[in-house]
């Protein structure tokens, strides 16, 4: 078991019990405890837990996205969705007939169906949300990607999905993250699978753009899996903070 994902079942053991002893967790993962106390520290420093004497307990996690407090993606949909078609209908100026593209799972990269749908384009996605969505009249073609099914994300993700993307170049990909801070310049998931996916994404792509809704800044994930630098652009509905990375478009008030 790789590191990230002994973290994950870490997180989840002290989300269920409210605590657990390094010695408990020593004898699940059949590790050392310096192993261990090496877990604990990160998951620390990050901000999800608290060190205690003989083990951690949960922290507050109100401003950091994880697995435990991510909300189902139909109950997203709806949720800030004047910025997330402000920024879709901006990034898709990029997009031409006869692009390969790659969209993302979530919910910020839906209402990119109302500004493609006239395209002659391919798409490729793991966003299964996104097929109940394209209109009927859509002129390009979509490809969805297998993998590992998430009923509440309704979206793919995993060892074959990732298989799969390497299989193909993209001109343009448009991703999603569920945190981002420009201080740090880092871009973060809580997801390791997902997270993963869109590394291989990055790799693959001649393009990437990073699509954001401003509740997204100064959220700390579970994964960072990019840095802010590796994107061609990063479109957000609105911003007025310091710190803002050369490649930001501010999409409020622009129109296509």
Request: charged letters at 25%; hydrophobic letters at 35%.
């Amino acid at each position: 078991m790789i590191t990230e994902e002994r973290k994950v079942r870490i997180m989840e053991l002290i989300r269920k019990n409210g605590f657990v002893s390094v010695r408990e967790l020593m004898k699940l993962f059949g590790i050392s405890r310096s192993s261990i106390m090496r877990d604990l520290k990160e998951l620390d420093q990050q901000g999800f837990i608290y060190r205690k004497h003989g083990g951690a307990s949960l922290k507050n996690t109100s401003d950091l996205m994880s697995r435990f407090n991510e909300p189902a993606v139909r109950e997203k949909e709806m949720i800030n969705s004047e910025a997330k078609r402000m920024v879709c209908r901006k990034a898709s100026e990029l997009v031409t007939d006869g692009n390969n593209i790659y969209i993302d799972s979530g919910t910020t990269v839906l209402w990119m169906r109302e500004y493609l749908k006239d395209k002659q384009i391919n798409i490729v996605t793991p966003n299964a949300l996104l097929l109940t969505k394209i209109p009927e009249n859509f002129k390009g073609n979509i490809i969805l990607l297998g993998g590992d099914y998430s009923i509440p994300l309704e979206s793919v993700s995993g060892m074959i999905t990732s298989g799969m993307l390497e299989n193909y170049s993209f001109d343009y990909s448009f991703l999603t993250a569920n945190g981002t801070d420009f201080t740090r310049g880092e871009v973060y998931g809580y997801n390791v699978a997902y997270s993963n996916n869109k590394k291989t994404v990055l790799q693959r792509s001649s393009k990437a753009e990073l699509l954001i809704d401003s509740s997204k800044l100064q959220l700390t994930g579970f994964c960072k899996w990019a840095d802010i630098r590796e994107f061609d652009n990063i479109f957000i509905d609105e911003y007025t903070g310091e710190n803002a990375p050369d490649n930001l478009v501010i999409c409020k008030g622009k129109e296509v």
